[in-house]
C-alpha cells in the first residue's frame, strides 16, 4: 500500500460514514414525509364526514340489482286487474291473462314464494299472506285505511312496517306491499331475464335444444323469416336490453379510438420529420414545432372535448378528433424524438447508391422507425380504447353515453353490469390483437 | 457457365417477383387502412349531431367568444386563479394520493405475477388477469358507482384512479422485474431470507429507478384523469370547470381562468417529471 492510499483511508472512512447516515435518514424521513402527506389528504378529503354520508344500504341494491331480477305481480285495487312484469317495466309485462308460472290467476291469484310462503289475492281486495316459520296474516282495504290482522298472540315482526294506508313486508328473498290504489308482490330471482328474448317473442322461455331445433328444421313460427333469422331479429331489437343498440354503441367507441389514434398518426408522422434536429433544417420550424406538440398535449382532452362538442355537437365524431388533437401533440414527440435517433450510416448507404431524398426517407428512415411507430400507435389504440369510454360519457356518444346513462337511473345495476362487461372484453380483445400485430410485424 | 448464369437469372427473377408480392400486399393493406379511414370517418360524421364541414369553420367560435369575454373582464382573472387553486389542490391530490396507493398495490401484484418470483408460482396467471381486468375497467365507471354509494367527493375518484393505476402499472412493473438479475434473490435464499426480504433486498434496488420512472409517468396521466373524473361529479377542478360552463355566458372569465391553470399545471408538471425521469433512468448526470 503506498503512502498515499494509506493517508486517503480516514478520508474514505468518513466519507463512506457520512453517506451511511444520510441513508439512515432518508430511511426515516421518507415514510414520515408520506405518511405525514396522507394524514394531510385523510383530512382534506373530509373522510371523517365521508363515513357519515357513505350508503351502505346502496351497495346491497347494487349488488343485488348486479345480478338478479325481480318480478312484480300487481293488483290494481279499484278494477281487480293482475298484471306480472319484470322489473315493473312495461316493456317486460306478460300478455293479460298470462303470468310466470309461480303465479296462477284466477278468481283468486294465488302467488308462491322461495321460502315456501303463499300470497293469495282475494276476490273481495283483501289479500292473504301464509308466511313460512310465522302464520296467516291477513289485510283488507276499508276506505283509505289498511285494516292488518296479525295471527292472534303475536307482536308485530321487525320485517313488517305499518302505516295508516301503507303496508309493507320485507322477507329479503320477496317483498310484499299494500296501498289503497294497489297490492304488489316483488319476487327477487337470479340472472338476467329476458336477456335473449323478450316476452313478446315466440322463442322466449324455450330451452337450449329447443331453439337449436326450431333454427335448424322445425317449422317457420313466423311464415315470413326463417327461425334462425327471426332469432337473430328478435335478440337484436330486444326492447329490454337493446343489443342491437348497444352493439353500435361499442362499435362506436371503438370507431372513436380507431380514427383519434390513427389520424394523429397520419397527422404526427409528416409534422415530426419537421421537429426532428437531423432532418429540420429550419430551427424556427422546429422549435414552433415542438411548442405546437406541447401545446396540443398540455391542453387535456378534457378541455378539447369541451371545446370540440361547441363546434360539432354530441357524438363520435367529437370524441374522435378529441383524441386526434391530444395524441397528434404526444405521437409528435415520440416520433420526432425516434427520427433523432436512427442511425445515419443506413441513410448514407441508401443515398451512395444515388437515391434522392424521398427514397432515402423510404429506404434508409422509415424501415428503422417502423416498428417504433407501429407499436406506438398500437399501444394508444388500446388505450384509446379505454379513453373513448370517457370521452363518450362526456361528449355523448358511444357506450360511455349508456353507461352514464343507466348509472344516472341508479336502477338498471344489471345494464350497467352488462356494459361494464362488454368495455372490458372489448379493451382485453384490443389488447390481444396489438399484441398479435406487434409480433407478427414487429418481432418477425 | 451458363448453368450458373442461368440459375443466377431464375434467382433474379424470384426475387422480384417477391418484391413485387410484397409490394402488392402492402399496397393492399394500404388501401383497406384508407378504405377503413374513410368510411370510419364518414361514419363517425354521419352520427355525429353536427358534421365535421358545418362545424369546421366554428371550432374556433367558442374559444374566441370565452376569450374576448376574459379579456373585457381581465382584472377578474388573479381573483379567479386565487379562487380555484384550492380546487387545483385537490385534483392534484386524488391524482398523488391514487398514484401512491396504486403503485404500492402494483407492486405487490408485479412481484406476484412475475415467474421466477412469485410467492405461489401457480398464481401468477391469476394475478396477470386481474390486473388485465384492473386495466380495462374505464376509471368513469368506478366513480359514478362510488358516487352512488360515497356520494361526492374525491374519494370515488380517488379510489377509481388508484384501482386503474394499479393494473396499469402492475403490468409495467412486472415486466421491468422480469428483467432484473436474480443472483441477488438467489444469494439472499441461500442464507435463509424469506420472500419478502428477498423482494425488499434483491429486486426492489435493481427496479427501484424504473419503477419510479413509471410511477411518474403515471402522476402526469393521474392529474388529467382527476380532472375529467372532477366533470362527472367528484370535486377538484373539473367540477368547478363544469359548473362555469353551466352557468355561460357571464363566467367564461372563470373558464378562462380555469383552462389556464390546468393548462399550466399540466405543462409545469409534465417538464419536472420529464426531467427526473431522465435522471432516474440514465443516471445522475444525464439531466
Redesign the interface.
Known amino acids: 500500500m503506498t503512502a498515499a492510499a494509506i493517508s486517503a483511508v480516514p478520508d474514505l472512512h468518513q466519507m463512506v460514514s457520512r453517506k451511511f447516515r444520510h441513508r439512515k435518514w432518508r430511511a426515516i424521513a421518507a415514510p414520515a414525509l408520506i405518511a405525514a402527506y396522507l394524514a394531510y389528504v385523510f383530512f382534506a378529503f373530509d373522510l371523517p364526514g365521508l363515513m357519515s354520508r357513505a350508503r351502505p344500504e346502496n351497495a346491497a341494491i347494487l349488488l343485488g340489482d348486479f345480478w338478479s331480477y325481480k318480478t312484480h305481480v300487481t293488483r290494481d285495487n279499484r278494477s281487480g286487474e293482475v298484471v306480472s312484469a319484470i322489473e315493473g317495466e312495461r316493456k317486460g309485462e306478460y300478455p293479460p291473462g298470462q303470468a310466470p308460472d309461480w303465479v296462477s290467476l284466477g278468481e283468486v291469484t294465488r302467488i308462491a314464494l322461495p321460502d315456501g310462503s303463499e300470497v293469495l289475492f282475494l276476490e273481495d281486495g283483501s289479500a292473504r299472506l301464509d308466511i313460512a316459520g310465522y302464520g296467516v296474516m291477513a289485510m283488507a282495504l276499508a276506505g283509505r285505511t289498511i285494516e292488518l290482522n296479525l295471527p292472534p298472540g303475536t307482536d308485530k315482526p321487525e320485517w313488517l312496517s305499518q302505516s295508516k294506508n301503507r303496508v309493507s313486508i320485507n322477507r329479503g328473498g320477496w317483498r310484499f306491499a299494500m296501498t289503497p290504489s294497489k297490492t304488489e308482490v316483488f319476487r327477487y330471482q337470479i340472472g338476467w331475464e329476458l336477456f335473449f328474448f323478450t316476452l313478446d317473442s315466440p322463442f322466449h322461455g324455450r330451452s337450449l335444444p329447443e331453439l337449436a331445433a326450431l333454427a335448424l328444421w322445425q317449422p317457420r313460427l313466423d311464415p315470413a323469416l326463417p327461425n334462425a333469422a327471426a332469432m337473430a331479429r328478435d335478440f337484436w331489437t330486444n326492447a329490454m336490453w337493446r343489443h342491437g343498440e348497444v352493439a353500435w354503441a361499442m362499435f362506436e367507441t371503438v370507431l372513436m379510438a380507431f380514427l383519434g389514434t390513427m389520424g394523429a398518426g397520419l397527422i404526427a408522422l409528416p409534422l415530426a420529420f419537421f421537429a426532428a434536429s437531423n432532418f429540420a433544417p429550419a430551427r424556427a420550424l422546429r422549435f414552433a414545432l415542438r411548442r405546437l406538440f406541447d401545446f396540443l398535449r398540455g391542453v387535456d382532452g378534457l378541455i378539447w372535448t369541451v371545446i370540440l362538442s361547441r363546434a360539432f355537437g354530441p357524438g363520435p365524431m367529437t370524441g374522435a378528433l378529441a383524441i386526434l388533437l391530444t395524441d397528434t401533440g404526444t405521437f409528435g414527440k415520440t416520433f420526432s424524438e425516434a427520427l433523432e435517433n436512427i442511425d445515419a450510416k443506413q441513410v448514407e448507404g441508401v443515398q451512395s447508391t444515388g437515391a434522392h431524398a424521398v427514397q432515402q426517407m423510404r429506404f434508409g428512415v422509415i424501415p428503422q422507425v417502423a416498428p417504433v411507430i407501429l407499436s406506438q400507435l398500437l399501444y394508444y389504440l388500446e388505450s384509446n380504447t379505454r379513453s373513448a369510454t370517457v370521452i363518450g360519457a362526456l361528449v355523448g356518444g358511444g357506450i360511455g353515453l349508456l353507461l352514464t346513462q343507466a348509472i344516472i337511473t341508479q336502477k338498471d345495476w344489471e345494464e350497467v353490469c352488462y356494459y361494464m362487461v362488454l368495455v372490458v372484453l372489448t379493451v382485453m380483445a384490443m389488447d390481444s390483437l396489438s399484441g398479435w400485430i406487434r409480433r407478427r410485424f414487429i418481432k418477425g | 457457365m451458363t448453368l450458373a448464369n442461368a440459375a443466377l437469372a431464375n434467382e433474379t427473377a424470384s426475387y422480384l417477383a417477391h418484391v413485387r408480392r410484397k409490394r402488392l400486399y402492402g399496397g393492399a393493406l394500404l388501401a383497406l387502412?384508407a378504405l377503413?379511414?374513410l368510411s370510419?370517418?364518414k361514419?363517425?360524421?354521419d352520427?355525429?349531431?353536427?358534421?365535421?364541414w358545418d362545424?369546421?369553420h366554428?371550432?374556433f367560435?367558442?374559444?374566441a367568444e370565452i376569450f374576448s369575454e376574459a379579456f373585457v373582464n381581465w382584472r377578474n382573472l388573479p381573483g379567479l386563479f386565487v379562487k380555484f387553486v384550492p380546487s387545483l389542490i385537490?385534483t392534484l391530490?386524488i391524482a398523488?394520493?391514487s398514484t401512491?396507493f396504486g403503485a404500492l398495490a402494483a407492486a405487490a401484484l408485479a412481484l406476484l405475477s412475475t415467474r421466477g418470483l412469485s410467492l405461489w408460482p401457480r398464481m401468477t396467471p391469476l394475478f396477470r388477469r386481474m390486473m388485465?381486468?384492473m386495466?380495462?375497467?374505464?376509471?368513469?365507471?368506478i366513480a359514478?358507482?362510488l358516487i352512488?354509494?360515497?356520494?361526492g367527493?374525491?374519494?370515488p375518484a380517488?379510489i377509481a384512479i388508484a384501482f386503474h393505476t394499479t393494473g396499469a402499472l402492475g403490468k409495467l412493473f412486472s415486466e421491468a422485474a422480469e428483467n432484473a438479475d436474480t443472483k441477488p434473490v438467489e444469494g439472499l435464499a441461500s442464507v435463509g431470507a424469506g420472500w419478502a426480504q428477498r423482494m425488499w433486498f434483491g429486486i426492489l434496488p435493481q427496479v427501484a429507478p424504473n419503477w419510479s420512472s413509471y410511477a411518474l409517468l403515471r402522476f402526469e396521466i393521474n392529474i388529467?384523469a382527476s380532472?375529467?373524473l372532477g366533470?362527472?361529479g367528484s370535486g377538484g377542478i373539473?367540477y368547478d370547470?363544469k359548473t362555469a360552463?353551466q352557468w355561460g355566458q357571464g363566467k367564461y372569465d372563470a373558464v378562462v381562468a380555469i383552462?389556464a391553470l390546468?393548462?399550466l399545471t399540466?405543462?409545469i408538471v409534465?417538464h419536472i417529471s420529464d426531467r427526473a425521469r431522465a435522471r432516474l433512468v440514465k443516471g445522475e448526470r444525464a439531466a
Open positions: 387502412f377503413l379511414m370510419g370517418f361514419l363517425a360524421n352520427r355525429n349531431a353536427g358534421g365535421f362545424g369546421l366554428r371550432i367560435d367558442f374559444p385537490e391530490n398523488a394520493v401512491l388485465d381486468v386495466r380495462a375497467i374505464p376509471e368513469i365507471v359514478l358507482v352512488f354509494l360515497l356520494g367527493g374525491p374519494v380517488m388529467r380532472a375529467i366533470f362527472v373539473g370547470l360552463l383552462f390546468l393548462f399540466i405543462m409534465d
